[in-house]
């Protein structure tokens, strides 16, 4: 049963839990409000309806009999079924685009380069700055992998060109 709940996770578990909580509280109405049905029947009755199957072979003729139908034909098509369709389609939809923790961490780094880089610049080259941000910018909102990773490999390329790249290399030398 553990590796049910994990493989489907707790909010399928929990609409079949209301499911199948509603139609046997509606079986029980049903019977009782009826009186010709035993349990086996009622229940008969609550699980057909509920999947909107309704042989017609048990159906009800009290109007708590017929509103608890209404309630069971619109409830199982109209509620349960799609969350637990809409559940299980999530756990196999995987976002291939999603940035990994260590693509977020890198990405950290390269902004906060770029904003150093920005901010020390005292040269007058505010604008190769802010095309290089922008490079960089686009690279972060591109949906697609392959055509992110050639922007970010762009912006490393113009970023070695920069005149920062060679004041960064001669003060890490003369460290």
């Known amino acids: 049963m553990k590796k049910l709940a994990s493989l489907m996770g707790r909010s399928f578990l929990l609409v079949a839990v209301i499911y199948f909580v509603t139609v046997t509280t509606s079986a029980i109405i049903f019977e009782i409000a009826e009186g010709k049905y035993d349990a086996v029947d009622s229940f008969w009755w609550a699980f057909t309806t509920a999947t909107t199957t309704g042989y017609g072979d048990i159906y009800p003729v009290t109007k708590t009999g017929r509103a608890v139908a209404l309630f069971l034909m619109h409830f199982g098509p109209g509620f349960a079924f799609p969350m637990m369709t809409a559940i299980m389609s999530a756990k196999l939809i995987v976002d291939s685009d999603a940035f990994t923790h260590g693509e977020q961490e890198q990405l950290k780094e390269d902004i906060a380069a770029i904003?150093?880089?920005?901010?020390?610049?005292?040269?007058?080259?505010?604008?190769?700055?802010?095309?290089?941000?922008?490079?960089?910018?686009?690279?972060?909102?591109?949906e697609e992998p392959t055509?992110?990773?050639?922007?970010?490999d762009a912006f490393r390329q113009r970023l070695a060109l920069t005149p920062w790249a060679e004041a960064e290399q001669h003060s890490d030398s003369g460290r």
């Open 147 to 152: 055509r992110r990773a050639q922007c970010l």
């Open 115 to 142: 904003r150093g880089m920005i901010t020390s610049t005292n040269d007058g080259s505010f604008a190769a700055a802010a095309r290089l941000e922008a490079d960089m910018r686009r690279y972060l909102h591109d």
